[in-house]
């Protein structure tokens, strides 16, 4: 190690050492796009989450991976004088400066693709060609140079000097990027953001790198430039996905909302609501001599036109509506459950607005997975508390009062708590949240100071 320490020098070792990790930084990157390419979107196994030039930053990457080892093989060869050290050196010197032309080109067509041609001028296509094309001009003279000394030649020493067509391959490069950067300038309000932020990366750092090595041939700016472009590309690639991942969440939620509220439209526009009533005033009139089924069936009336009149509304009603709504509901629960059916309320205030249909479902989940799973029956609680920053409105059951959860409540679905959710959520109006334990459910609403009634 002393001896190889030697014969390339500290700077050149200290270069080789940090090139290597960023060999292995590149390799990380390119493996972690891989992954995120991969992954699905959230509830559909088929749906892959779109992510705007994935591959064409991996192929970026692997030239620049390339670019790197390239320059760590020379590097090491330095001053390396057997016949294996003379022909690695010219053998990597060379790929190193292939790849950065072939770098240079795979960028231009980026370019020439996702600026001139997505705003359809063909002058600046043209104009991309021209320089795309300077690129195989100097890989004409790459393919010269072990035979002439063209662009670079080794001494005796096995030591890199630049030939005389070097400044050409030079300029070429140094075009190339300013011409980059001045397209971005030009055109950066018709670019999609993310590449115009790569597009800027790419150019401003290594044209600062360029103008550097002109000036200090022993240290490899062009290879420190390229690897901090990488890691700024790889951040904003980064930012960019997780921009991207909360505004799909954002739409699968807005999507699912849409989906539900149309499903329930469609079923209020199949129905006839006016005959429903009509019928059922005429069926009531029949039981005026058996009270208790004549308010069975107004109760079920009033439920039915509550129901109705929430699913087909997006809007606010006063808390007196949806008790009204809450009640009617529980009367017909106790013709079916009568006394096991237990119900008790405590409202502090009920002057006040809340979304439509938010409460009522948490009373028929309390009632089908609280109350009818045990066979005593149980209490449901209903209670509104005034608290200082929000008002609270909890729907509470004990089911039989036993100490032991029974095994469908263990595995309790909700029915309409992710409607409620969502609900609350869409019209930014509070929160909803469920706890469970040995001696019940409570369904816990805290709604946002709302304007009263």
Not at 37 to 60: A, G, H, N, V
Not at 148 to 159: C, H, I, R, S, V
């Given at each position: 190690?002393?001896?190889?320490?030697?014969?390339?020098?500290?700077?050149?070792?200290?270069?080789?050492?940090?090139?290597?990790?960023?060999?292995?930084?590149?390799?990380?990157?390119?493996?972690?796009?891989?992954?995120?390419?991969?992954?699905?979107?959230?509830?559909?196994?088929?749906?892959?989450?779109?992510?705007?030039?994935?591959?064409?930053?991996?192929?970026?990457?692997?030239?620049?991976?390339?670019?790197?080892?390239?320059?760590?093989?020379?590097?090491?060869?330095?001053?390396?004088?057997?016949?294996?050290?003379?022909?690695?050196?010219?053998?990597?010197?060379?790929?190193?400066?292939?790849?950065?032309?072939?770098?240079?080109?795979?960028?231009?067509?980026?370019?020439?693709?996702?600026?001139?041609?997505?705003?359809?001028?063909?002058?600046?296509?043209?104009?991309?060609?021209?320089?795309?094309?300077?690129?195989?001009?100097?890989?004409?003279?790459?393919?010269?140079?072990?035979?002439?000394?063209?662009?670079?030649?080794?001494?005796?020493?096995?030591?890199?000097?630049?030939?005389?067509?070097?400044?050409?391959?030079?300029?070429?490069?140094?075009?190339?990027?300013?011409?980059?950067?001045?397209?971005?300038?030009?055109?950066?309000?018709?670019?999609?953001?993310?590449?115009?932020?790569?597009?800027?990366?790419?150019?401003?750092?290594?044209?600062?790198?360029?103008?550097?090595?002109?000036?200090?041939?022993?240290?490899?700016?062009?290879?420190?430039?390229?690897?901090?472009?990488?890691?700024?590309?790889?951040?904003?690639?980064?930012?960019?996905?997780?921009?991207?991942?909360?505004?799909?969440?954002?739409?699968?939620?807005?999507?699912?909302?849409?989906?539900?509220?149309?499903?329930?439209?469609?079923?209020?526009?199949?129905?006839?609501?006016?005959?429903?009533?009509?019928?059922?005033?005429?069926?009531?009139?029949?039981?005026?001599?058996?009270?208790?089924?004549?308010?069975?069936?107004?109760?079920?009336?009033?439920?039915?036109?509550?129901?109705?009149?929430?699913?087909?509304?997006?809007?606010?009603?006063?808390?007196?509506?949806?008790?009204?709504?809450?009640?009617?509901?529980?009367?017909?629960?106790?013709?079916?459950?009568?006394?096991?059916?237990?119900?008790?309320?405590?409202?502090?205030?009920?002057?006040?607005?809340?979304?439509?249909?938010?409460?009522?479902?948490?009373?028929?989940?309390?009632?089908?997975?609280?109350?009818?799973?045990?066979?005593?029956?149980?209490?449901?609680?209903?209670?509104?508390?005034?608290?200082?920053?929000?008002?609270?409105?909890?729907?509470?059951?004990?089911?039989?009062?036993?100490?032991?959860?029974?095994?469908?409540?263990?595995?309790?679905?909700?029915?309409?708590?992710?409607?409620?959710?969502?609900?609350?959520?869409?019209?930014?109006k509070g929160e909803l949240s469920i706890t469970q334990d040995e001696k019940g459910t409570s369904a816990v609403i805290k709604l946002k100071p709302l304007e009263a009634v």
């Amino acid at each position: 190690m002393q001896a190889f320490i030697e014969r390339i020098g500290i700077p050149a070792f200290i270069q080789v050492i940090i090139e290597l990790w960023n060999l292995v930084f590149m390799i990380i990157m390119i493996l972690s796009i891989i992954v995120s390419m991969s992954k699905t979107d959230y509830d559909s196994e088929s749906q892959k989450l779109y992510l705007p030039f994935s591959k064409e930053i991996i192929i970026f990457f692997f030239i620049i991976f390339m670019y790197n080892y390239f320059d760590v093989m020379c590097t090491i060869m330095i001053g390396e004088r057997s016949r294996y050290g003379f022909f690695v050196r010219q053998a990597a010197e060379f790929g190193y400066f292939a790849v950065g032309s072939a770098q240079m080109i795979f960028f231009l067509r980026l370019v020439k693709k996702n600026i001139a041609d997505k705003i359809g001028s063909v002058k600046l296509r043209i104009v991309t060609s021209c320089v795309e094309h300077l690129q195989i001009v100097c890989l004409f003279f790459l393919c010269l140079t072990p035979l002439t000394g063209a662009l670079y030649y080794f001494d005796q020493l096995n030591n890199y000097h630049r030939g005389p067509f070097y400044i050409l391959w030079y300029f070429v490069m140094l075009i190339s990027f300013v011409y980059i950067f001045m397209v971005f300038i030009l055109f950066r309000k018709n670019v999609d953001p993310f590449f115009g932020k790569i597009t800027l990366a790419s150019s401003i750092a290594p044209l600062l790198a360029f103008l550097f090595s002109f000036l200090f041939t022993d240290i490899s700016f062009n290879n420190m430039s390229v690897s901090i472009t990488a890691l700024i590309i790889f951040l904003l690639y980064e930012q960019n996905k997780t921009a991207i991942s909360v505004n799909n969440a954002h739409e699968l939620e807005k999507s699912k909302q849409e989906l539900q509220e149309n499903k329930i439209k469609l079923l209020v526009a199949q129905i006839q609501p006016h005959f429903i009533y009509n019928s059922i005033m005429a069926l009531q009139s029949k039981c005026t001599d058996d009270p208790e089924l004549y308010e069975g069936i107004s109760s079920f009336g009033k439920y039915l036109r509550a129901n109705l009149t929430a699913m087909s509304e997006n809007t606010l009603i006063p808390f007196k509506d949806e008790l009204k709504h809450i009640k009617a509901y529980l009367q017909l629960e106790k013709l079916n459950f009568g006394d096991k059916l237990r119900v008790e309320y405590d409202i502090e205030i009920d002057d006040f607005m809340v979304p439509a249909f938010c409460v009522e479902p948490l009373v028929e989940n309390a009632v089908r997975y609280g109350i009818s799973t045990y066979t005593d029956g149980g209490l449901v609680k209903i209670s509104v508390f005034d608290e200082p920053d929000y008002i609270m409105i909890e729907v509470w059951d004990d089911g039989s009062g036993g100490n032991k959860l029974t095994d469908v409540q263990k595995d309790r679905k909700s029915i309409g708590i992710e409607n409620v959710r969502l609900r609350l959520k869409a019209m930014d109006k509070g929160e909803l949240s469920i706890t469970q334990d040995e001696k019940g459910t409570s369904a816990v609403i805290k709604l946002k100071p709302l304007e009263a009634v």
